[in-house]
């Protein structure tokens, strides 16, 4: 009986200890609210994004209008739209 209470306590104490630990970031840096985290190039227009090429990495600020496909968006700003 009392190996069987040993161990209940044991494992109840080592579930405790788990559970308290919760996220750890591995930066050691505070909670961050998530979003991409990245390499940020300054914010462009719909405008100039259409005269780059195809794979450059921008930044846009606007709004999505609609889903065009499975994973394709149309997104509009001041300048225009673009998918």
């Avoid at 788990?18 to 909670?31: C, H, K, L, R, T």
């Avoid at 940020?40 to 921008?58: C, I, N």
């Amino acid at each position: 009986m009392k190996k069987i209470l040993l161990a209940a306590l044991f494992a109840g104490m080592s579930f405790g200890v788990s559970a308290q630990e919760g996220f750890v970031n591995p930066a050691g840096q505070g909670y961050s609210q998530g979003g991409f985290k990245g390499p940020t190039p300054g914010v462009v227009s719909v405008a100039q994004v259409k005269t780059l090429r195809d794979d450059a990495w921008v930044v846009l600020e606007g709004n999505i209008i609609r889903q065009v496909g499975h994973e394709l968006y149309e997104f509009k700003d001041a300048t225009g739209t673009i998918n």
